[in-house]
T-cell receptor, first 114, second 117 residues
């Protein structure tokens, strides 16, 4: 069985500050991990993904995440927050390329304070 | 990148009526599409998996007679909410998986917000 836990349903940071959104997963097989961003009344946009290989993954808009198997974590970071980063962020896990579904975390709402 | 489009983006209907939401893959063929439901300030919950040319597979607790899914072509899946009630009001999102994605990535539509009065 797979599951995702996102610690902190709401994170606030000042503009220019470090963004850290936490994600821990549970999977019985090597996971594929994803971070998606959702702006109000919109669908989900893929930020980045980890499949195999390098554990530090760089995505769009300056975000990156590191897969740490020993910690079963895939935390999302960005060195300097921008006002446009304010959105809902979802971490998700699947069982690989053949998987039919993504299991989503409950989401973290990021607020950027000017 | 791959594009998935949903229509309509917003729909308001009276209780008891049926509403159809379309999900289209615009630049690739999607053998499998997924329908999710998202309640306010909550995550996405998978409702059903739509397979082209065959019956949809529904998740536990989802009424198949209530949420009719048709995947008649490789680029179109439809979700029909039948005899809608206020509790069906939600944000419905589809995603599509092409045969050549290979890495587990799903492409999501923009979502459709249903309000049942």
């Amino acid at each position: 069985a797979q599951s995702v836990t996102q610690l902190g349903s709401h994170v606030s940071v000042s503009e220019g500050a470090l963004v850290l959104l936490r994600c821990n997963y549970s999977s019985s097989v090597p996971p594929y991990l994803f971070w998606y961003v959702q702006y109000p009344n919109q669908g989900l946009q893929l930020l980045l993904k980890y499949t195999t290989g390098a554990t530090l993954v760089k995505g769009i808009n300056g975000f990156e995440a590191e897969f740490k198997k020993s910690e079963t974590s895939f935390h999302l970071t960005k060195p300097s927050a921008h006002m446009s980063d304010a959105a809902e962020y979802f971490c998700a896990v699947s069982e690989g390329s053949g998987a039919n579904n993504l299991f989503f975390g409950t989401g973290t709402r990021l607020t950027v304070i000017p | 990148g791959a594009v998935v489009s949903q229509h309509p983006s917003w729909v308001i209907c009276k209780s008891g009526t049926s509403v159809k939401i379309e999900c289209r893959s615009l630049d690739f063929q999607a053998t499998t599409m997924f329908w999710y439901r998202q309640f306010p300030k909550q995550s996405l919950m998978l409702m059903a998996t739509s397979n082209e040319g065959s019956k949809a597979t529904y998740e536990q607790g989802v009424e198949k007679d209530k949420f009719l899914i048709n995947h008649a072509s490789l680029t179109l899946s439809t979700l029909t909410v039948t005899s809608a009630h206020p509790e069906d009001s939600s944000f419905y999102i589809c995603s599509a998986r092409g045969g050549n994605t290979g890495t587990g990535e799903l492409f999501f539509g923009e979502g459709s917000r249903l309000t049942v009065l």
